[in-house]
């Protein structure tokens, strides 16, 4: 429901409220944040904004123009359930204070001009948007990186590696490696935490429609969310990984949503159902078509994946991102689309016969990237696709492992360089209106070449000693 500031005023008077949170996203994707006094904030605020040095955010301002400015969108507003005193959470776009203009680098202005972008070309009017983000609940973690040394160590109680420990209260239920998906407790011994995030979520207005546990051991978990439209629900994913974070903090664990935290057991993805509409109309449904899709949603799919090497340096945007992704498992790194093939980049769920269910299923983004940033990306695709009628070929609904080899299936990058390099070469259909700049564009790629390619290039990594330590 739209407010207006006004609105928003009086209903933190009536909640008592004492503080005002505001939060913006950096260009990589995290939250970022400033309270001030309720006293601060007026209906002037929601105008003129509230200031902050962009110097120190991430892929923002250099020092010499750091001056920036937040302006706090009404609708955004809820409760923050975390914090010990009544507390107002406002989303904020960033501004130029000396243009008055959107600063070019904000990724929630990136998701609105996708948005405006759609209407203006007449295809349809909004786009719906159902993102799965897994994530693992673990009880324990620590990790250096020195000079002379580098590591990481993680823990879960639900571990099926503490299978043989010698503890008291060692009672040995726990999914075993790959098995996690769906037992009941006492195995899936996260399920009421995941309620209480569930809970947690709802009352801050995300309508969730289930949880449960993920493939892996040591609590992989995924909430899912019902489909919004595309910044809206981009905000609901910052707000859902607040709310999973703080929670299991509030539980004495910790999660996180690197895509591939464990060895040799299943990553956490971001599989993400998308559709079109105009008006109360479902565009991507046609009786007749392939698995109830219109042509438009083949044209639709034939642009996610002729871009989907260059997508994939902002829909799995780390280097960890490629662990997950990984040829000869289930991995979604071939650029086909099935109904059933779950190692296909795109996949049309089947789950219901209503028109108004019809929506293809991105595969490949995982919950490191930035949502504003990935979501615009994948909808330009995909208007890409129908504007230059893309053709997708044909479905792959075969075991991708038994085709034979004479036959050549195209397939995401293999490394966060090789994406980075292929969107490089291919952004000119995140361009069209407006909707994304070079100049953000480039920065990105910049940003990450140096603070995470290289970065890790640089380092020794622990299983090199076992290889090549005594050679």
């Given at each position: ?6 609105e928003?005023l ?20 995290t939250w ?7 006293e601060?904030?007026s ?35 809820i409760l923050d ?8 959470s ?22 609105q001009?996708?948005?405006a ?28 990186q ?7 160590f993680?823990d879960?109680e ?6 043989g ?12 490696n790959?098995e ?8 899936d ?14 009352e ?11 493939v ?19 905000d ?16 004495g664990?910790t ?23 105009k ?5 991507f449904y ?5 698995a ?6 083949l044209y ?5 994946l002729?871009h ?26 071939n650029?086909?689309?099935?109904q ?12 219901s ?10 595969r ?13 990306a ?13 053709d ?15 036959v ?33 564009i ?18 020794p ?10 050679i």
């Amino acid at each position: 429901m739209a407010r207006s500031p006004k609105e928003v005023l009086a209903w933190a008077r009536e909640k008592q409220v004492r503080m005002v949170d505001v939060k913006f996203v950096d260009l990589p994707g995290t939250w970022q944040h400033f309270t001030v006094p309720i006293e601060e904030l007026s209906e002037k605020s929601f105008e003129e904004g509230l200031g902050f040095d962009g110097s120190s955010i991430r892929g923002f301002k250099t020092i010499n123009e750091s001056d920036m400015l937040l302006i706090p969108d009404p609708d955004t507003a809820i409760l923050d359930p975390f914090t010990e005193v009544p507390t107002l959470s406002l989303i904020c776009n960033v501004v130029d204070p000396i243009t008055g203009e959107v600063y070019n680098r904000d990724p929630r202005a990136v998701a609105q001009r996708a948005e405006a972008y759609l209407k203006s070309t007449g295809i349809a009017d909004t786009s719906y948007w159902g993102p799965e983000a897994e994530f693992f609940i673990l009880d324990h973690v620590r990790f250096d990186q020195n000079q002379h040394y580098g590591y990481y160590f993680l823990d879960s109680e639900e571990g099926i590696w503490n299978s043989g420990k010698d503890e008291p209260g060692n009672h040995g239920y726990r999914p075993r490696n790959k098995e996690g998906y769906f037992p009941v407790p006492p195995v899936d011994a996260m399920s009421n935490l995941r309620t209480a995030m569930v809970l947690t979520m709802m009352e801050a207005g995300i309508a969730v429609e289930c949880q449960h546990h993920e493939v892996a051991t040591a609590g992989q978990a995924e909430i899912d969310m019902k489909f919004t439209t595309l910044t809206r629900m981009a905000d609901q994913v910052m707000l859902y990984k607040y709310i999973v974070k703080n929670t299991a903090r509030k539980y004495g664990k910790t999660a996180t949503f690197m895509p591939k935290p464990l060895f040799q057991d299943n990553g956490s993805g971001m599989h993400t159902h998308q559709s079109l509409w105009k008006g109360d109309t479902p565009l991507f449904y046609d009786p007749a078509g392939y698995a109830g899709l219109s042509q438009l949603a083949l044209y639709y799919i034939g642009g996610l994946l002729k871009h989907g090497p260059a997508l994939a340096a902002l829909c799995s945007p780390t280097t960890n991102s490629y662990k997950r992704l990984v040829p000869g498992f289930e991995a979604p790194v071939n650029l086909v689309y099935s109904q059933r093939n779950r190692s296909a980049a795109v996949r049309v769920p089947m789950y219901s016969r209503n028109p108004k269910a019809k929506r293809i299923e991105f595969r490949p983004p995982d919950p490191s990237c930035n949502p504003y940033l990935a979501f615009a990306a994948m909808l330009m695709a995909g208007l890409d696709g129908i504007r230059n009628k893309i053709d997708p070929g044909q479905p792959m609904d075969r075991n991708l492992y038994e085709v034979g080899p004479g036959v050549k299936i195209p397939s995401l990058p293999g490394s966060l360089e090789e994406a980075l390099d292929a969107l490089e070469k291919d952004h000119e259909f995140l361009l069209q209106g407006g909707v994304f700049n070079e100049d953000l564009i480039q920065t990105w790629i910049e940003y990450k070449r140096t603070k995470e390619v290289d970065a890790i290039r640089q380092r020794p990594h622990p299983y090199e000693f076992a290889l090549y330590y005594d050679i």
